[in-house]
C-alpha cells in the first residue's frame, strides 16, 4: 500500500488535554508507518498549513510525544482563525491544497471545536471538487462542551473538575469568614452560550445549604432583582453565599451583563467580565462586602489536576481519528457514545461533519432546576462521571514536568502566500 504524510493542527481555545489528542493521533500514526510516512503539525493551526509554516513531528522522539499526554497548552501553537465561505475566499482553500500537494499530504486531522469542524469539512468539499485526495477528520476539543452528537467534548471534563474543586474550596474560605468579613464570593467561568462549566461548579456541594448557592447559566434569562433576593436569602440562611457564574449570563433580550463591545477573529462577542459586574450590583443592592474571580485561563490549563476520564478520552478520539482515516472514512468526527453512567462505561463512534459544524449543544432544560439557579439529579448523573479518576502529571523541582519538543520545521517549496 502507498504511503503518504499526515497533517494535524489545534485550533481554538486550548484545554489541558487537546495534547493527549495530539499524543493519541501521532502515536496511533506512527503504528502505521506502513500507510503513514511523515506527520506534520501546523505551525499555529490552520495558518500553518496557509503559510506552508510546518513542523516535522518525525523528528521528534517516542518520549517526547508521549509527554504530550501530561502537558497543558497546545504544543504545536493554535490560532482563532476561520475560513471563509469557499466561492468568495477560493484561493485560501486552492493554497491548502497546494501545500498538501506539495508534501505529500493526504491526511489531514484537525482538532478543534466547533469552528474547526466547519473548516475541516470546507477541506473536504474542496479537496473532492479539486480531484485531490485528501482524508479530513475533525478530532474534537472544547471545554465548553457545547459540540452536538458527541455525548461530551474532550477538554470539559477536566475544567469541570478544576472548577467543582475550586468552589468547594474557595467556600470554605469564605463560610470560615463570613462572620466579620466577606459575605458573597463570586466565581466567573467560561462559556458563551452553554452553561455546561457554571453547571459543574454545582457539582461542589450536594445538599441543602451546601454552596454554591446560585448558579447562573447563559440558558436561563437574567432577572436581578430575583437574583438580588436569592443572594440575600443565602446570606440570611447561611451567612454567606457563593456564586458561580457563566460569562454568557444575559438578560432576557439576549444581552450579554458583560459585553465589551468587540469581537474575536471567529465573530464571537467579547465579553468583559460578568463576575465584577455581578459583584458590583451585590454591593449596590445589598450593601454585602464581596470577593470575585475569573477563573479564565486557569481553568483549562489545570493539567495537575485534569480528570482522568477526560485523559483517556481526549487520546481515544485521537487514536480513532486516524484509525478512521485509514479505513477510508472522510470528513467525520469521532464522537464519544455514554452507554452506561453507573457504571460509566462509553465507546467511539463516527459522527458526519455535516450534523457537526456550526452546531451547538446548550444545557437541556431539565438539566437545570425549576427555579433556573442549580442543577437537577439527571444533571449530576451525566456531570460526575466526566470528573472521575486523577492522572497526575509527573512532577520535577516541586513543578509538573512538560514536553520538551524540537519543533523542526519543514523546509518551504512554494512562494509565500499572504492572509
Known amino acids: 500500500m502507498a504511503q503518504h504524510n499526515a497533517f494535524y493542527a489545534q485550533s481554538g481555545g486550548v484545554t489541558a488535554v487537546i495534547n493527549a489528542s495530539a499524543c493519541g493521533v501521532i502515536e496511533t500514526c506512527r503504528r502505521h508507518s506502513d500507510q503513514i510516512g511523515k506527520v506534520y503539525a501546523g505551525h499555529n493551526g490552520i ?42 475566499h477560493r484561493a485560501q482553500y486552492e493554497r491548502l491544497i497546494e501545500v498538501f500537494k506539495a508534501h505529500d499530504i493526504r491526511y489531514f486531522f484537525y482538532n478543534g471545536g466547533g469552528d474547526s469542524a466547519d473548516t475541516c469539512l470546507k477541506v473536504s468539499q ?100 430575583k437574583v438580588m433576593a436569592r443572594v440575600e436569602q443565602a446570606v440570611k440562611d447561611y451567612g454567606y453565599c457563593v456564586i458561580v457564574v457563566s460569562e454568557g449570563a444575559r438578560y432576557d433580550d439576549g444581552t450579554f451583563l458583560a459585553d465589551a463591545g468587540n469581537t474575536d477573529a471567529f465573530g464571537h ?30 481553568q483549562r490549563a489545570a493539567r495537575h489536576l485534569a480528570s482522568k476520564t477526560d485523559v483517556e478520552q481526549a487520546y481515544a478520539v485521537g487514536k480513532k481519528a486516524v484509525e478512521l482515516a485509514l479505513d477510508g472514512k472522510n470528513a467525520m468526527m469521532p464522537a464519544i457514545k455514554r452507554l452506561s453512567d453507573s457504571p460509566y462505561e462509553w465507546r467511539i463512534e463516527a459522527a458526519p461533519l455535516a450534523e457537526v459544524a456550526n452546531k451547538e449543544k446548550y444545557m437541556p432544560r431539565d438539566f437545570i432546576r425549576e427555579d433556573g439557579f442549580g442543577i437537577t439529579d439527571s444533571c449530576r448523573r451525566y456531570l460526575s462521571p466526566l470528573i472521575q479518576g486523577e492522572d497526575f502529571p509527573p512532577f520535577e523541582n516541586g513543578l509538573p514536568k512538560v514536553a520538551s519538543l524540537k519543533l523542526a520545521k519543514v523546509e518551504r517549496k512554494l512562494p509565500d502566500f499572504t492572509l
Open 47 to 88: 495558518i500553518g498549513a496557509l503559510t506552508e509554516d510546518l513542523i516535522d513531528v518525525s523528528q521528534e522522539s517516542d518520549e517526547a510525544i508521549a509527554a504530550l499526554r501530561h502537558t497543558p497548552g497546545g504544543a504545536f501553537g493554535s490560532c482563532r482563525y476561520k475560513l471563509k465561505d469557499i466561492e468568495s
Open 126 to 225: 474542496l479537496s473532492e471538487k479539486m480531484g485531490y485526495p485528501l482524508t479530513a477528520i475533525h478530532v474534537p476539543k472544547t471545554v465548553d462542551n457545547d459540540l452536538p452528537i458527541t455525548d461530551n467534548s474532550p477538554g470539559f471534563g477536566s475544567v469541570a473538575k478544576y472548577i467543582a474543586t475550586s468552589t468547594r474550596e474557595a467556600a470554605l474560605d469564605i463560610a470560615s469568614m463570613c462572620a466579620t468579613s466577606t459575605k458573597v464570593f463570586v466565581l466567573e467561568v467560561m462559556g458563551r452560550h452553554a452553561g455546561w462549566i457554571a453547571a459543574a461548579g454545582a457539582l461542589a456541594g450536594n445538599g441543602e445549604g451546601e454552596p454554591p448557592h446560585l448558579v447562573i447559566f447563559p440558558e436561563i434569562p437574567f432577572e436581578r432583582a
Open 269 to 298: 462577542r467579547q465579553l468583559g467580565g460578568v463576575a465584577p459586574t455581578l459583584a458590583g450590583m451585590v454591593k449596590q443592592d445589598l450593601g454585602y462586602k464581596y470577593h470575585w474571580a475569573v477563573a479564565d485561563y486557569l
